[in-house]
């Protein structure tokens, strides 16, 4: 795990948005338990930071695997796409002639999720990826495996506010050394740290639980 005292990962955002405890136990404790999802999930990044680092496509620069990182909310990262599109409101780019305005992709092993971790986490890329390059940045693609499809992104007002204060929520646990209590929920069933974090413990007695464990041997 490469975070230091100061900065955290921003991937973490993901883990943070479906459970703080969940967060905490990966990030301040270091437990890990792969499951099926986390291993698949795993390879299908890998992909997309295997390939070619830079390479140009007409009116399009693509960068894989481009690192970044905030100063000011004390993050870092990895994108595992950012393409640059030729336009008059852009930046400069060193050995390309033109503007170009950076536009990251985050690929996704599944599909859609319920809730809005991965527009969270790639909110969370373009807000590093402005604060480096000094511009904005207002929109972005997720593309998932199972659907094929990218799916755009607007970067809103509401969406990087949301994203702010759980950066600021993260640095505030992390400094604490904090993992916030169990609060059971629909989750738990696909959470890869459901052994580890036990979160039936919240609503039964200890022995109870070691008890209905042990019947299943
Ligand atoms: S099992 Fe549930 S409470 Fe525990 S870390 Fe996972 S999602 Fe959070």
Redesign the pocket.
């Given at each position: 795990m490469s975070e230091s005292e100061e900065y955290l990962m921003l991937s973490g955002i993901q883990h943070f948005a479906?459970?703080?405890?969940?967060w905490a136990?990966i990030h301040i404790e270091q437990q890990w338990s792969e499951n099926e999802r986390t291993v698949d999930g795993k390879l299908f990044h890998k992909v997309a930071h295997d390939a070619e680092a830079i390479e140009k496509r007409g009116e399009i620069i693509i960068t894989r695997g481009l690192r970044i990182k905030s100063e000011i909310y004390k993050v870092s990262g990895i994108c595992d796409v950012v393409e640059f599109h030729k336009a008059e409101d852009g930046i400069t780019l060193h050995k390309y002639e033109g503007l170009w305005k950076p536009y990251p992709i985050e690929y996704k092993k599944g599909k859609p999720k319920e809730n809005n971790a991965d527009e969270l986490q790639l909110c969370g890329q373009a807000m590093c990826l402005e604060e480096m390059l000094l511009c904005d940045i207002p929109s972005g693609s997720l593309f998932y495996g199972e659907t094929r499809r990218r799916k755009n992104v607007e970067f809103t007002i509401e969406l990087r506010e949301q994203v702010k204060v759980m950066l600021e929520e993260m640095q505030e646990l992390w400094k604490r050394g904090h993992t916030p209590k169990?609060?059971?929920?629909k989750?738990?069933n696909a959470?890869?740290?459901?052994d580890?974090?036990?979160?039936k413990l919240q609503n039964t007695s200890v022995t109870s639980y070691i008890n209905e464990r042990l019947k299943g041997i």
């Open positions: 479906y459970c703080r405890r969940q136990l169990v609060k059971p929920q989750g738990c959470c890869s740290l459901k580890i974090c036990v979160p």
